[in-house]
C-alpha cells in the first residue's frame, strides 16, 4: 500500500496482476535461467511482487542463441511440467532484427506474445543497415512490432532524440526494461529511460529478467511520486495486453 506522507515509493508495488512478456526465465535455451530449479526461484520471486503470469520471450539470435518454436515450446512443457498449478504462462520470442530473422519470415511463423504484438531488438553495437526494410517486412507479415528496451540503444542518444521519432513514426512501439527506471545499465541508459518517459514514448514495461540478481535490484526500486504517477498508465496498458 502506498503511504501519503512517504517521499518515495516501491515501483513493485505496482506490479500486482502484471504479466511480464519479456523476461528469460525458460530454462537452458538463452543467456537466462540455466535450468528448471533456476527458473522456479525466479518465478516464486516474482510471486512476491504479485506476478503470477508470464509471457517467456528468449533470444533468438542465429549467431548464437538459434531458438526455434519447437525449442522454445519445449523448454516451456519442461517448465510448466515442474511449476506451481496457480502459474499461467506462455512463451513467445525476443527477436534479433537481423538478416536470419528475414530469411525465416517466409518459412517459420514467428511467436507473437499477445494478439499480433512481436517482441524485437537489435544489437547494441549498432543498428542493422536495412533497418527500415525489416521493420516494413515485419508489418507487411502483420506483426505490430513492440521494440525492447529501446532506452538501452546508446546509438540512438542524442538531444532531439530523432531517430527513436522516427521509428515511432513507423509504427513502432517501446517497451522500457524495468531496471532502466536505475543506474543498473548505466547512468546514460537511466537519463534517457527517463527522458523518453517524459516525452510520452514509452507504450509498455516489463522485466528483462536474466537472473536472481536481477529481481533483488527491481525490489528495491523506490521512485518519486511523481515518477510514480507517470509509470502507472504503462504499468497498466502492459497489463491490458493480455485482460
Known amino acids: 500500500m502506498f503511504s501519503f506522507f512517504a517521499k518515495k515509493y516501491f515501483f513493485v508495488d505496482l506490479l500486482e496482476g502484471f504479466t511480464d512478456f519479456h523476461n528469460h526465465i525458460l530454462p537452458g535455451i538463452d543467456d537466462g535461467s540455466p535450468d528448471v530449479e533456476t527458473s522456479l526461484q525466479l518465478i516464486k520471486k516474482f510471486g512476491e511482487f504479485g506476478v503470477t503470469s508470464f509471457v517467456h520471450t528468449p533470444h533468438v539470435m542465429n549467431d548464437y542463441y538459434p531458438n526455434t518454436p519447437e525449442t522454445i515450446n519445449n ?43 512481436s517482441l524485437v531488438e537489435m544489437s547494441f553495437l549498432q543498428p542493422p543497415i536495412n533497418l527500415k526494410e525489416i521493420i516494413f517486412s515485419l508489418q507487411n507479415k502483420g506483426h505490430v512490432l513492440i521494440l525492447a528496451h529501446p532506452e538501452r540503444y546508446g546509438f540512438f542518444h542524442d538531444g532531439k532524440m530523432r531517430k527513436y521519432y522516427d521509428l515511432k513514426s513507423r509504427g513502432c512501439y517501446f517497451q522500457l526494461n524495468m531496471l532502466s527506471l536505475t543506474s543498473h545499465y548505466g547512468e546514460g541508459i537511466q537519463k534517457m529511460a527517463f527522458k523518453l518517459l517524459e516525452n510520452q514514448m514509452i ?15 527491481l525490489q528495491n526500486i523506490k521512485l518519486k511520486t511523481k515518477e510514480i504517477e507517470m509509470l502507472k498508465p504503462i504499468v497498466e496498458k502492459s497489463k491490458e495486453l493480455f485482460a
Open 75 to 117: 523448454a516451456l512443457a519442461e517448465l510448466q511440467a515442474a511449476q506451481p498449478a496457480n502459474i499461467k504462462n506462455t512463451a513467445a520470442a525476443e527477436y534479433m532484427m537481423d538478416q536470419s530473422l528475414m530469411d525465416k519470415l517466409d518459412d517459420e511463423k514467428l511467436l507473437k506474445i499477445s494478439g499480433n504484438f
Open 203 to 217: 507504450d509498455y514495461i516489463s522485466s528483462d529478467t536474466h537472473r536472481m540478481e536481477h529481481l533483488e535490484k
